[in-house]
């Protein structure tokens, strides 16, 4: 089964979600993502290893390092952020090499995604009845993105602004002040940043050169 890919094979597992952000609240999952080697050997052969992998725990999903590598350099955000939580529950010797190279992943790419990401989650949003859960994640990754924009790191933990974004997510923030902070932040998108053009793929492949090597 392909779930046995984790945790045998397993270089990186992290908390990601509300207990990561510092948005929790009673009850909430405890949502984990993670990165696995599969061997090299099983590349050699017509049916290749998975790319990602649900489970074996509750809300736990991991992607084969390939994977992971090139959403990252597309500067997913749900992908970057992994690299940035401040929960890593499980990291080998290449869980850690992965993290410490995280800043080869970023660009200015990540402008148009996370903005791109955000402001598809405000299309789906109904005014006359917001999921305030999908207001305040929409908000949060404006701010994260911004964030990253300016400082060269995505905004994981948000505690500078929890108090607003659970009072979104409770629904005690009229709709008109929440489309306003998002409109406020979304405009902020496009100006200075510290990112560079282009991530550096050459570090990235170095890496995965290295892994698959280990991993004969």
């Known amino acids: 089964m392909e779930v046995r890919y984790v945790p045998d094979h397993s270089i990186l597992s992290v908390v990601v979600g509300s207990r990561a952000y510092g948005l929790e609240i009673e009850g909430s999952d405890v949502d984990r993502r993670g990165v696995f080697v599969a061997p090299t050997r099983l590349f ?17 999903f991991s992607w084969e390092v390939e994977r992971f590598c090139g959403l990252a350099l597309e500067a997913n955000p749900t992908v970057l952020e992994c690299l ?33 990401y955000a402001d598809a989650q ?22 994260s993105g911004l964030h990253l924009a300016r400082h060269g790191e995505p905004l994981v ?21 929440v489309d306003r902070w998002r409109s406020e932040l979304a ?30």
Do not use: C
């Open 122 to 143: 405000f299309r789906r949003l109904d005014p006359a009845r917001p999921r305030w859960k999908q207001a305040m994640h929409m908000i949060r990754l404006l701010l």
């Open 187 to 216: 405009a902020r998108f496009g100006g200075a940043n510290v990112l560079p053009a282009e991530p550096d793929r050459r570090r990235v492949e170095e890496y995965l050169a290295r892994t698959r090597e280990a991993a004969l």
């Open 157 to 177: 933990r948000m505690d500078a602004h929890r108090d607003r974004l659970l009072a979104v997510r409770r629904g005690e923030l009229p709709w008109d002040e």
């Open 84 to 116: 940035w939580s401040p929960i890593v529950e499980h990291a080998t010797a290449a869980g850690e090499e992965l993290l410490a190279l995280r800043d080869a992943f970023v660009s200015e790419r990540a402008n148009r995604t996370f903005a791109g």
């Open 44 to 60: 050699w052969r017509l049916a290749k290893p998975p790319t990602h992998v649900d489970g074996p725990l509750p809300e736990q």
